[in-house]
């Protein structure tokens, strides 16, 4: 497996690299945006490890021309800032996961395992099932012909779980990619959240797209319920 690591951190690049190395992946390092963008359209990787404050080209910049290019190797964006809008900009580019420094490297190696077993599907632009329709770029949300507003956070919810059609997905899950994986309020928060969906995507359309799997999670179905 062929991985690409693009941080400008020489020290942290190097560490990155060669613990990757230690688990059996062939690493390239680019120290900026441009030989990042560079290399992720010529060579074939298969992950993308991208910072985003790089000089040269930002990583959302570097992101979002790999996606108009057509470029769908996984993308796993470090970002040393902390908040939900930087990430839901990285995901709204295309980004496949993110993890916050300082990271553990451990949870890097486990979180590239896990996007390498996904692979590199082609991502339509707009998200749809059935008659629910979500655009990421332009972070808009159809039921039929009636556009819906969603909430910052809402709309993160309603991607992750449209990202994942017919797969249960747990609170953890929707904490870790949603809120932050240093999240340490109340769970609970997920069930409130997924109540303002069914609230607003569900209940005035007579339908119940998102299924509780008790004691598991949530299950958006395929057919938009
Ligand atoms: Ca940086």
């Known amino acids: 497996m062929r991985v690409l690591v693009v941080e400008d951190e020489r020290t942290l690049a190097a560490a990155v690299a060669r613990g990757l190395g230690t688990e059996g992946f062939a690493v390239d390092v680019a120290h ?3 030989d ?3 290399r992720a359209e ?17 990583g959302y910049e570097v992101l979002r021309r790999l996606r108009a290019g057509k470029v769908w190797a ?6 040393a800032k902390d908040g939900e809008y930087d990430i839901a900009d990285a995901l709204d580019l295309g980004a496949d996961d993110y993890l ?7 949870v890097l190696v486990a979180r590239l395992r896990a996007l390498l077993r996904r692979g590199a599907p082609e991502r339509p632009t707009r998200l749809r099932t059935g008659d629910l329709v979500l655009d990421p770029a332009a972070r808009r949300v159809f039921r039929g012909e009636t556009e819906v507003k969603l909430t910052a956070r809402e709309f993160s919810v309603l991607e992750y779980l449209m990202r994942r ?4 997905v747990s609170k953890t899950d929707l904490l870790t990619h949603v809120w932050d994986e240093h999240f340490d309020g109340d769970p609970n928060i997920v069930e409130v959240y997924v109540g303002y969906l069914r609230r ?16 598991s999670g949530y299950r958006l179905h395929a057919s938009g319920g």
């Open 32 to 34: 900026d945006g441009v």
């Open 200 to 215: 607003k995507l569900d209940a005035p359309f007579g339908r119940r797209s998102i299924e509780t799997v008790r004691g």
């Open 74 to 79: 996984p993308v796993l964006v470090l970002t």
């Open 42 to 58: 010529h060579e074939d990787y298969d992950a993308v490890v991208l910072d985003i404050m790089l000089p040269g080209l930002s």
């Open 165 to 168: 059609l017919d797969e249960v």
């Open 100 to 106: 916050t420094k300082p990271f553990s490297f451990v």
């Open 36 to 38: 990042g963008l560079h």
